[in-house]
């Protein structure tokens, strides 16, 4: 339970998987060996045909959305999701973890759909069917409430999300569960940084900092890793004050331990967009003002970039895409600015890098009241949501 969390920790932090490592040497060459469409689409009919059990079937689902996904045929995948639930939603007091599984990707193809309240229920069904099968101070239940809250924050409900962080911490410390109770109080602080970065206040940004501080003076969790996390958010806060000798620290930290063995994202500019059709939307008048002006339907990239053995990102291009991608230059210039712990190298290699491949989708959710009709439209305010993607 504590590898566990302790790897949820840093990737809530760093928001990366583990690429695959591969050396630095021209030409570099990407190797994917995953199952083919078409091999897992043979795989479900085959699985559905001999009538397999919940598990298998929900497993070969599973494979196959997410190959639909990786193709940009999103609503193909959900469709795949959808009828898998239809089939096995019934037998979540068997498998609840396969079936949670099922609504969480659900949620997760939603949100790339813009279909803001799929995402919401599909998390909260989640979250209850693991309550509702296990020991209420089991992790991943604690784990799953952690995800109601990170519903919220991407929502848009921040005191919400932050309300919820801070309950799941409590409740996690009175039974006995300190790293879970760590990893809400992180998401708290991570949010804090956020609207510090966005809201640009003096009030948010100290919020920010004094909650880091208390943390790192008597850390939740009481690990080495847990109290790193919290100066990655310290670090990424400072630099964006213009203060980098914190970030500087930590690099140092990690390349006196040898580096580390998979990506630690130390810094990163936020993604920025929508500033001037935001404000737009907000001013009101007209319902033209809160019509949608960009084509978000079908519109996605595939950004691969190395990370080197000093964690600077080296040329981020645009791998794959459907349709144009003027929108993406953004994502482009955020992924540029990122600044990773030193890796760790095998021998005297000093070549050694790591690949990432990172799909971003550019949507905007679906609404109901956008001109005062019952019409469900797009909201006027475009969003990029992203999914890694890295073997």
Same mark, same amino acid.
């Given at each position: $339970? !504590?590898? &566990?969390?302790?790897?949820?920790?840093?990737?809530?932090?760093?928001?990366?998987?583990? +690429?695959?490592?591969?050396?630095?040497?021209?030409?570099?060459?990407?190797?994917?060996?995953?199952?083919?469409?078409?091999?897992?689409?043979?795989?479900?009919?085959?699985?559905?045909?001999?009538?397999?059990?919940?598990?298998?079937?929900?497993?070969?689902?599973?494979?196959?959305?997410?190959?639909?996904?990786?193709?940009?045929?999103?609503?193909?995948?959900?469709? &795949?999701?959808?009828?898998?639930?239809?089939?096995?939603?019934?037998?979540?007091?068997?498998?609840?973890?396969?079936?949670?599984?099922?609504? #969480?990707?659900?949620?997760?193809?939603?949100?790339?759909?813009?279909?803001?309240?799929?995402?919401? !229920?599909?998390?909260?069904?989640?979250?209850?069917?693991?309550?509702?099968?296990?020991?209420?101070?089991?992790?991943?239940?604690?784990?799953?409430?952690?995800?109601?809250?990170?519903?919220?924050?991407?929502?848009?409900?921040?005191?919400?999300?932050?309300?919820?962080?801070?309950?799941?911490?409590?409740?996690?410390?009175?039974?006995?569960? +300190?790293?879970?109770?760590?990893?809400?109080?992180?998401?708290? !602080?991570?949010?804090?940084?956020?609207?510090?970065?966005?809201?640009?206040?003096?009030? @948010?940004?100290?919020?920010?900092?004094?909650?880091?501080?208390?943390?790192?003076?008597?850390?939740?969790?009481?690990?080495?890793?847990?109290?790193?996390?919290?100066?990655?958010?310290?670090?990424?806060?400072? #630099?964006?004050?213009?203060?980098?000798?914190?970030?500087?620290?930590?690099?140092?930290?990690?390349?006196?331990?040898?580096?580390?063995?998979?990506?630690?994202? !130390?810094?990163?500019? +936020?993604?920025?967009?929508?500033?001037?059709?935001?404000?737009?939307? $907000?001013?009101?008048?007209?319902?033209?003002?809160?019509?949608?002006?960009?084509?978000?339907?079908?519109?996605?990239?595939?950004?691969?970039?190395?990370?080197?053995?000093?964690?600077?990102?080296?040329?981020?291009?645009?791998?794959?895409?459907?349709?144009?991608?003027?929108?993406?230059?953004?994502?482009?210039?955020?992924?540029?600015?990122?600044?990773?712990?030193?890796?760790?190298?095998?021998?005297?290699?000093?070549?050694?890098?790591?690949?990432?491949?990172?799909?971003?989708?550019?949507?905007?959710?679906?609404?109901?009241?956008?001109?005062?009709?019952?019409?469900?439209?797009?909201?006027?305010?475009?969003?990029?949501? @992203?999914?890694?993607?890295?073997?």
């Amino acid at each position: $339970m !504590l590898k &566990t969390f302790q790897l949820t920790t840093m990737l809530l932090i760093a928001g990366v998987n583990s +690429p695959a490592t591969a050396n630095d040497e021209a030409p570099r060459e990407i190797v994917v060996t995953a199952r083919s469409l078409k091999d897992t689409e043979s795989d479900l009919k085959a699985c559905l045909a001999r009538k397999c059990p919940p598990d298998q079937d929900i497993k070969a689902s599973l494979a196959h959305a997410e190959n639909q996904f990786v193709e940009g045929n999103y609503r193909d995948a959900r469709s &795949t999701l959808v009828n898998a639930l239809g089939r096995n939603r019934k037998h979540k007091g068997q498998y609840p973890i396969e079936v949670s599984d099922l609504l #969480r990707a659900n949620g997760n193809v939603a949100a790339h759909l813009g279909e803001a309240n799929v995402y919401r !229920l599909s998390v909260l069904d989640m979250r209850d069917t693991l309550k509702s099968a296990l020991k209420s101070n089991d992790y991943r239940v604690f784990g799953a409430e952690i995800e109601v809250a990170d519903s919220r924050m991407k929502l848009g409900y921040l005191d919400e999300a932050s309300d919820k962080y801070l309950e799941v911490e409590k409740r996690a410390l009175s039974v006995g569960l +300190p790293q879970v109770a760590a990893i809400a109080r992180l998401r708290d !602080l991570s949010l804090r940084v956020q609207r510090a970065e966005t809201e640009k206040t003096e009030f @948010r940004k100290k919020e920010a900092l004094d909650g880091i501080d208390a943390f790192l003076n008597a850390p939740t969790g009481g690990s080495e890793d847990i109290k790193i996390a919290a100066e990655i958010l310290k670090s990424r806060l400072d #630099r964006a004050s213009g203060n980098s000798e914190t970030a500087d620290r930590l690099i140092a930290r990690y390349a006196s331990l040898g580096g580390t063995n998979r990506p630690v994202l !130390l810094y990163s500019t +936020p993604i920025k967009m929508n500033e001037a059709q935001a404000a737009r939307a $907000m001013a009101g008048g007209s319902d033209l003002n809160r019509i949608g002006t960009q084509v978000v339907e079908n519109r996605w990239v595939d950004v691969g970039f190395w990370i080197g053995a000093d964690g600077k990102v080296d040329a981020p291009e645009i791998l794959r895409n459907k349709g144009d991608t003027d929108w993406a230059d953004v994502v482009l210039k955020a992924i540029k600015t990122r600044i990773y712990a030193p890796l760790k190298m095998e021998g005297d290699d000093a070549s050694l890098g790591v690949y990432a491949i990172e799909r971003y989708s550019l949507t905007a959710q679906y609404e109901n009241d956008v001109t005062g009709t019952r019409i469900r439209q797009r909201s006027p305010v475009a969003r990029i949501e @992203r999914t890694d993607l890295t073997g």
